[in-house]
């Protein structure tokens, strides 16, 4: 019932999807670092010259404004993906057992009733809360 691990979460799975689809690319993911047991090439008095003449054009140059583009490129996913992103979520909560989640997941989803995945995943949900009466009554809407 924490609403910012459900952010986190949603966020992830946004940006997981967004990479499945090729919206984005895997820039950034990995870390290119060199193993700490190498030596560095410079020297103390290299990185102090090099660090006064930084200072000075920073001096001389002149303050621009900042240019921030919007996140992902303004690339955003349609309703229907979104609604796919968010029972994909459900599904993997529900498999590690967290079924509220799954639930706060499955309220965010616009077609609801003509979706075989969200009556199933709330049917499983709802075992899993001990709820057998009304998984029945949904597994009953299921088979028809």
């Known amino acids: ?10 966020a992830i799975a946004l940006v997981e999807h967004m990479r499945m689809k090729e919206y984005l690319n895997d820039q950034g993911t990995l870390k290119n670092k060199y193993p700490s047991s190498q030596i560095p090439n410079k020297t103390l008095s290299d990185i102090g ?12 140059s002149k303050i621009k404004d900042a240019h921030i583009n919007p996140g992902f490129k303004n690339i955003r ?29 499955l309220e965010y ?18 075992m899993l809360q001990l709820r057998f009466v009304e998984a029945i009554d949904d597994l009953n809407k299921l088979i028809e």
Do not use: G, M
């Open 1 to 10: 019932e924490d609403p910012l691990l459900a952010q986190k979460y949603k």
């Open 49 to 60: 010259e090099s660090l006064d003449h930084t200072n000075d054009e920073l001096k001389n």
């Open 77 to 105: 996913l349609t309703q229907n993906e979104e609604d796919e992103v968010y029972l994909d979520l459900a599904e993997l909560l529900l498999d590690r057992s967290l079924c509220i989640l799954s639930n706060q997941c």
């Open 109 to 126: 989803i616009n077609d609801k009733e003509n979706s075989v995945r969200v009556l199933f995943c709330q049917t499983k949900s709802k």
